[in-house]
């Protein structure tokens, strides 16, 4: 079979884990790349190999014959992008946050529907493997029914050196970090029918708000806390480890720090270390994340090979969107949003 013949737009610091990504995958192969920014083209085209090179988006779909592009700039540019992939009947993956507001989410995948082109976000915390891992705990019915959970991510790291943008936005924690907590969320416990949230800025040197505390009422029945925080200095820095608490009827889950899985139920009380593995081109702390990328781009090329729905399509991702957007609203009123109130 041939490999799928792809693009990426934006060749920025977090793309570089997403070439590393599509180098192993043998069903897909990055043909060109493109950047507005000449000196990240040069670096990225000569670091992989890609001579085909492009700093205008539009010129990259003119010249090119392709079967997805994967767009790795950040928000604002992101309707524009998948707007113009729609429009060249290319399928697309665009990077998280989806867009800067639902209203631009929601036409983005408008436009990819109307083309009939596929669309997936790369929201890949649930792609991380101890997300993975807790998730087939649940399936397997061994802590019975879920009615709580709290998925926490409190971190002191300093993320503003690597992304210095996260510090310039009025938007910060719930936008960039508590999409894909959100995300975990309710890839864990369904849909969310209504929400509480409480914001804080810290640290009064960036712009935006880098804790949320956020209470979630799921569609099942079953109550969660989503805790985020990029102001909180502990003895060992978590980042970026998700931790999660789930309660059932005959059971308990506890991913706790260093990756350890620990669950009671049915069958009594097991312990599993759950680390994600280091790719060979991976680095500590940001392993689990690189060996999600891996993970959500394999995932991909399943998808257009099948024709299945990505599980984090367009689609799926309004849902994790309008909780981001709930959130803001819901911190700002210090009310409860109802989320079926903003996707309708
Ligand atoms: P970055 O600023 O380092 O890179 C973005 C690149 O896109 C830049 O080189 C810029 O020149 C280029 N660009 C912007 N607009 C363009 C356009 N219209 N056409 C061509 N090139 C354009 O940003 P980053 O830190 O790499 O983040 C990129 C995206 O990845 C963001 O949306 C961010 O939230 C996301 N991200 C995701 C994860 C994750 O785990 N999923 C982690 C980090 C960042
Ligand atoms: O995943 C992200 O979007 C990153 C980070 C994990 C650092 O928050 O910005």
């Not at 995948?109 to 997936?120: F, I, K, S, T, Y």
């Not at 719930?174 to 810290?202: C, K, M, P, Q």
């Amino acid at each position: 079979m041939m490999a799928l013949r792809g693009a990426l737009i934006g060749c920025g610091f977090f793309a570089i884990n997403q070439m590393h990504g599509w180098r192993d995958i043998a069903g897909a192969s990055i043909v060109a790349i493109c950047d507005r920014d000449p000196e990240r083209l040069r670096i990225v085209g000569d670091q992989f190999g890609v001579a085909r090179r492009y700093t205008d988006a539009a010129a990259l779909f003119a010249g090119e014959k392709l079967d997805f592009v994967d767009v790795a700039t950040t928000v604002g540019s992101h309707r524009p992008l998948v707007e113009l992939a729609a429009a060249n009947r290319v399928p697309v993956i665009c990077q998280k946050p989806f867009a800067p507001t639902l209203a631009d989410a929601i036409a983005m995948v408008r436009a990819c529907a109307d083309a009939g082109v596929p669309l997936m976000v790369h929201e890949n915390f649930r792609w991380q493997s101890p997300i993975q891992a807790v998730r087939a705990v649940l399936d397997s019915g061994e802590i019975g029914k879920p009615f709580f959970g709290r998925i926490s991510f409190r971190s002191g790291y300093d993320v503003f050196s690597g992304q210095p943008y996260l510090a310039t936005g009025k938007r910060f924690i719930i936008e960039d970090l508590g999409i894909h907590i959100l995300d975990i969320a309710r890839f864990l416990l369904g849909d969310v029918s209504s929400l509480t949230a409480r914001t804080a800025r810290i640290n009064s040197s960036i712009a935006g708000e880098d804790v949320a505390t956020i209470l979630m009422d799921h569609e099942s029945g079953a109550t969660s806390v989503v805790d985020c925080s990029y102001a909180t200095k502990l003895a060992t820095e978590p980042f970026p480890e998700t931790l999660v608490e789930l309660d059932g009827s005959e059971g308990t889950i506890r991913l706790s720090l260093g990756y350890q899985l620990t669950v009671t139920g049915k069958s009594g009380t097991h312990v599993t270390d759950v680390s994600p593995q280091l790719l060979p081109w991976a680095s500590r702390p940001w392993h689990n994340i690189q060996e999600s990328v891996l993970a959500i781009q394999k995932h991909w090329v399943a998808c257009l090979a099948s024709g299945k729905e990505p599980a984090t399509s367009g689609a799926d991702n309004l849902k994790t969107f309008a909780l981001v957007e709930a959130a803001y609203a819901g911190a700002a009123s210090r009310e409860p949003v109802r989320i079926n109130d903003l996707l309708r």
